[in-house]
């Protein structure tokens, strides 16, 4: 699935890009369509089943329940202007599972680069989590997100990660337009201007983010490190009405792999030809992920952690 909504191409965000007389333009689109129409399809299948699987009880048991709900309201109510179609719900949850697929997965491979280059910060993080469940007694297997706040290096190591992947560089395919002309630094900008946020340049400007090139969880801490505190300067969910609306599923989605991730393994290059360097990248649509690499986990409770069996080979 992840394949399916990796595309580099600007036809997905200008369409019209597809008539420019250049083969590779043209070639992206063919792809970017046959994709597309592929998680489409998956898409109407899903609310197909729903619709013949709807019980008349009270309780909607996802999205699409509820939504399928609403439009049989607005049906019986006669509403013409009613925007709960079948169409606007495929469209919608399309959305939901491309945008909710390639974003936190692309973060993940970077997040576990940017691990294996600055070990020191990956046994800080780990030592946190340790002292934490050896403090507060935690017997459960897997972190929850109700251990956050008592993981504040974590939390900052995170927002560090996000803000050097920098993997919506223009914010996406998320666009703005002014309503009234305007002027900025001495350009005009006449009205109804396609605008996008530049993320990348916003996160490595040294003016908010000293020494940016450099990986420094501890740029978003409090003075007494005992803290998180949010840079108003960090924006990978874009800004204003029209941020993110994933932001918190996608926080959580976050906090969870890499805190669990990072308490049950250590990570390791298993040898030479995979190359692992964060200054490596190539675009997928306005998306920057790192080149495919190849790691190996390693069980931290293992105490012959040089033995090749016990080693976890994976691709990112």
């Known amino acids: 699935c992840f394949s399916l909504g990796s595309h580099d191409s600007w036809i997905t965000i200008f369409p019209l890009l597809r008539f420019v007389p250049v ?15 592929k998680i489409f399809n998956f898409a109407k299948k899903l609310v197909e089943n729903h619709k013949q699987n709807l019980d008349g009880g009270e309780e909607s048991r996802d999205y699409i329940d509820e939504f399928l709900r609403q439009a049989s309201i607005d ?36 997040a576990f680069i940017f691990m294996i280059e600055n070990p020191d910060i990956l046994k800080k993080c780990q030592s946190e989590i340790d002292e934490y469940i050896e403090s507060a007694n935690i017997s459960t297997e897997m972190i929850q997100m109700t251990d956050k706040p008592f993981l504040p290096y974590l939390q900052a190591t ?12 223009l914010g996406g395919s998320t666009m703005h337009r002014n309503l009234q002309a305007t002027t900025l630094a001495g350009y005009n900008i006449p009205k109804d201007t396609y605008i996008a946020a530049n993320f990348y340049s916003v996160h490595v400007d040294g003016r908010s983010f000293p ?3 450099k990986f420094d969880p501890t740029r978003f801490l409090s003075e007494d490190f005992k803290s ?12 204003g009405k029209k941020s993110c609306p994933g932001e918190a599923l996608a926080n959580m989605e976050l906090f969870l792999f890499i805190s669990n991730f990072i308490r049950k393994y250590n990570f390791y290059v298993p040898n030479q030809k995979s190359q692992i360097n964060s200054k490596s990248f190539y675009t997928t649509s ?6 495919d690499y190849q790691i190996s986990f390693i069980n931290r409770n293992d105490n012959n952690n040089n033995n090749n069996n016990n080693k976890i080979p994976v691709a990112a």
């Open 158 to 169: 995170i927002l560090e990660i996000q803000r050097c992947a920098n993997i919506a560089t």
């Open 23 to 37: 083969q590779s333009m043209r070639g992206n689109y063919k792809q970017f369509s046959k994709n597309f129409k």
């Open 228 to 239: 998180v505190q949010r840079h108003p300067a960090y924006i990978p969910f874009s800004i």
């Open 286 to 291: 306005l998306t920057r992920a790192p080149y």
């Open 75 to 110: 049906k019986k109510a006669n509403k013409l202007d009613s925007t709960f179609d079948m169409d606007q719900l495929v469209t919608s949850i399309t959305n939901l599972f491309i945008g909710g697929t390639e974003t936190t997965s692309t973060t993940l491979r970077w």
């Open 211 to 213: 020494d940016p090139d």
